[in-house]
């Protein structure tokens, strides 16, 4: 009821990280544009692999050239905190700065039902922004077109209203990332200013498929998964570059922030063995210390002509992503519910809460009774002063996942309306061909 509610924000008001001056408010009224890169890892940026002439190249090099811009806050240790929900939770955490639940997706299980304060209503009101997510697949996958409402988002283009899909022009999960970015931009360009938009990819999607006409990188590891990967990541990195162009021809580049984050692993710790050798690591020592490592997702909020950006080594999660975006834009979060803190601030906390339990701070990884240290993978013997050290880090971490629980399943924003905000009216709004 509503007194978990003022549980929750005891919590926060304790918890919350204030803007860094340097930053707040830097990209003010400009678009946004999330691009939400499918399966995407860190351990891809700047990796070079033998193309098929021999020659090493780079994977990823649009995205690497955006990792390394003056233009880019890039994180160099930021990683996936989804569970089951896979995409959607990453999109939850996203646009809200909540967790998927322990089992499931929160998406499909009550996302539509629940009242949410996302970021498109938040922008909507503080800033006349109009919202809009695109993706080259059925709207009601993962309870989109249902959640989507919740969140306040203005515009739904998806397989049914949008794009045309053919067995030649998509895969499993949709359009090919190049066909529905060509597609897409007629549509964005016509979103009257300032938009926040979403843009989900697919073709770089599990079980990576093989496609004679993108076949950069004959690898041959004896794990078609791996061998595919690396192809469909190189194939989906050529499709932002031409994204990127579309955004320039329309004229929209200068006037927007760009958001581009993997949602969560492409290749499952089962195959991490197999995958060492290929990221310079050894595969008889491999343990769960590096498949935890494993988890860190490309994380870049690029501000085209701002000049202040940097590759930051901070510690931290997709939780932080929209505080950190806001504050970025010059909206306050303090009267938000937003379990994330701002990347930015100077008072984050270098915290990681994964949803299976591990956690990562700047000194310790956390995985059952184990702890290693982060920064050199070795098992650190318990003196009482690191299991004390542990058991603060482990009661924080389980006092995060458990707000974000208890406002989920108990519903709990319904009780509480940040101040100035209008809560959003579900039934205002219906997306082309999807049901009222
Ligand atoms: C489906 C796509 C894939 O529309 O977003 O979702 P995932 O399987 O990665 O959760
Ligand atoms: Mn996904």
Redesign the pocket.
């Known amino acids: 009821d509503s007194s978990d509610m003022s549980a929750v924000l005891d919590y926060l008001g304790t918890h919350y990280a204030e803007p860094n001056e340097t930053y707040f408010g830097q990209a003010k009224g400009k678009n946004v544009v999330y691009l939400?890169l499918?399966?995407m890892q860190q351990f891809l940026i700047d990796m070079k692999l033998p193309d098929s002439t021999g020659v090493m190249s780079e994977v990823t090099p649009f995205l690497n050239s955006l990792y390394h811009s003056n233009d880019s806050y890039s994180f160099s240790n930021a990683f996936h905190q989804t569970g089951q929900?896979?995409?959607?939770?990453?999109e939850l955490m996203m646009d809200n700065s909540l967790f998927g639940l322990p089992q499931g997706?929160a998406f499909t299980q009550i996302g539509g039902d629940n009242t949410f304060q996302s970021a498109p209503a938040i922008l909507g009101e503080t800033g006349n922004y109009t919202s809009a997510v695109f993706?080259g697949?059925?709207g009601s996958?993962?309870n989109?077109d249902n959640v989507y409402k919740s969140f306040g988002y203005d515009y739904f283009f998806d397989a049914n209203s949008s794009y045309t899909l053919t067995d030649e022009n998509s895969v499993e999960?949709?359009l090919k990332d190049k066909l529905f970015f060509k597609d897409s931009a007629q549509y964005l360009e016509q979103l009257p200013q300032p938009f926040y938009a979403k843009f989900?990819t697919?073709s770089n999607?599990?079980p990576f498929p093989k496609d004679e006409m993108n076949n950069t990188f004959s690898l041959d590891t004896g794990d078609e998964t791996i061998d595919g990967y690396f192809n469909t990541v190189h194939y989906a990195d050529a499709a932002l570059a031409e994204f990127f162009q579309y955004m320039k021809d329309a004229g929209l580049y200068d006037n927007t922030i760009f958001v581009l984050y993997g949602?969560?692993f492409g290749i499952s710790s089962s195959r991490n063995k197999t995958l060492a050798p290929l990221i310079g690591k050894n595969a008889d020592t491999w343990n769960q210390y590096d498949d935890a490592m494993m988890q860190r997702i490309p994380l870049i909020i690029y501000d085209p002509g701002s000049g202040t950006g940097k590759i930051s080594d901070v510690y931290g999660g997709q939780i932080d992503v929209l505080p950190t975006v806001l504050h970025l834009l010059g909206v306050d979060t303090a009267s938000y519910v937003q379990l994330g803190q701002d990347l930015l601030s100077k008072n984050h906390e270098e915290l990681v809460a994964f949803r299976n339990g591990t956690i990562v701070t700047d000194k310790y990884t956390i995985l059952g009774n184990n702890v290693y240290s982060t920064e050199s993978g070795n098992l650190i013997y318990q003196t009482p002063e690191v299991t004390e050290a542990v058991a603060a880090i482990r009661s924080k971490a389980e006092t995060q996942l458990a707000m974000s629980d208890h406002i989920i399943n108990g519903d709990l924003l319904r009780f509480y309306t940040p101040d100035g905000f209008v809560p959003v009216d579900k039934s205002e709004y219906s997306y082309l061909n999807s049901p009222a």
């Open positions: 939400h499918e399966s929900g896979k995409t959607s939770d990453a997706s993706h697949n059925v996958f993962w989109r999960y949709g989900i697919v999607h599990f949602d969560h």
